[in-house]
């Protein structure tokens, strides 16, 4: 299952990554090494009156986490040994809340495999994370910078 270069991959191609529980403590520490204390995510009675009626967990936590959740299945799985560097993201949308306690999972599919020149190419992945009960509470298109096979 691991790859080595850009070459290894072919659009269609699949995952699914294990799942993981967002914690109090995930958003406690999120908030600490962001700053952002918005009471939507750290005040209960705050929360309570929102359109959630609870507290929800930052969006670019469940982006973080869940797109990390990718390394659970190996080093050289979502990125080949050949990786370059983080190209970009595009059209992230977050679709439903991500309570605290809720279990997320990626969901991922490789839409892209450009050529850029006989050494690099643009490895794209269109992501999709969801909570325990099957509802895609974000989604995201990864552009990665990797190597090709000589």
Known sequence: MEKAWLDDYRVGERFTTPARTITEADVVAFAALTGDWHPLH???????????????????????????????????????????????????RFTAPVRLGDTIRLEAEVIGVELQNEKRGILTWKGSILNQRDETCCVAVTKLLCGRQA
């Open 42 to 92: 750290t005040d209960v009675e705050y929360a309570a009156r929102s359109p959630f009626q609870s507290r929800i967990a930052h969006g670019m936590l469940v982006l973080s986490v869940g797109t990390a959740l990718a390394f659970r299945l190996g080093p050289h799985v979502f990125l080949p040994k050949s990786f370059v560097a983080f190209y970009g993201m595009e059209q992230v």
